[in-house]
C-alpha cells in the first residue's frame, strides 16, 4: 500500500464517528503517542515525539490530565472532529491503564483510537500503518490491547533499527 492508500485508508476509517456510521457528527479520535515519559529524547520515544509534533502543528498545548495519568492536548479539526492527544506517564509496558482511563473520560470507541508507536525490527525513517493484529512483540501495544480488551485500532509504526548491541534495547 502506498502512502496516498494509507492516507485515504486512514480518513475512511476514522470518518465514521463515534456513532460507526458515515458522516456522523461530533466524532473524536484519540491519538496516542506511547513511551516512557521519562526517557524523551531516545528513539524508543518517537511516538510521544510525533504526538509533540502534531500538538505543535495543531497549536495545542499539552495540560497534565491526573484522572487519565498523562498529558493530553485537544483540537478542533472542524464543527464534527476533534482529536485529543494522549502521551502517558506510565512506563512503556503500562501505557494501556493511561489509555483506558482516557477512553473511559472521553467516551471514545476503540475503533476511533490511533497509537503512535517505535518498530525496533523497521529500518530508521520507514512507517506503516497497521490495523488490528498482534502487539508485535511491542510492550505498549500490548500493554493497551490487554487494558481495551481488543487490539481493534490503527497504529502508526515508526521504525528505529535494531541495535546490534541488544543490551542497547530498553527492557520496559
Known sequence: MDVSQQTSHVGMHTSTGNSGTLGATNMTTLVVGLGNHSMSGT????????????????????????????MIAMATLDENHKLILLKPRHFMNVNGKSVLKTVTKYNIPVTNIFLLHDDIDRPLGKYSIKEGGSA??????????????????LRLRFGIDRPTNPSAVPMC
Open 43 to 70: 528513539r524508543h520515544n518517537i511516538g510521544m515525539a510525533v504526538a509533540d509534533q502534531l500538538c505543535k502543528h495543531l497549536e495545542s498545548n499539552w495540560k497534565k490530565d491526573s484522572e487519565c495519568h498523562g
Open 136 to 153: 508485535g512483540g511491542h510492550n505498549g501495544v500490548k500493554s493497551v490491547i490487554n487494558c481495551l480488551g481488543t487490539n481493534n485500532m
